[in-house]
């Protein structure tokens, strides 16, 4: 979306050179990768929800919604007990 790939480019190099990220660094990029993976997952349900579509007797919105409160849930509790 308008980005130039700088900081993928700089990340990598990183990775290749530097002997990648410490466990402080990792554990910073997961709320990063929580955020996106949730602003993702709604943007399939007002999607799904847009288009009414269905899969047996449950919209797939309500599927996705069901299975990823499920995930993060399980997700939290794998996070509270590493600290």
Known sequence: SGESGKSTVVKQMKIIHQNG????????YVSIIHKNTVESMQAIVRYAR?????FGDE?????????????FT???LI???KR
């Open 50 to 54: 847009s288009k009414q579509i269905t």
């Open 74 to 76: 399980i997700y939290g």
């Open 59 to 71: 919209t797939i919105a309500d599927r996705i919604h069901n299975r990823s409160l499920k995930m």
């Open 79 to 81: 996070l509270l007990q």
């Open 21 to 28: 990220y410490t466990s402080e660094e990792l554990l910073n």
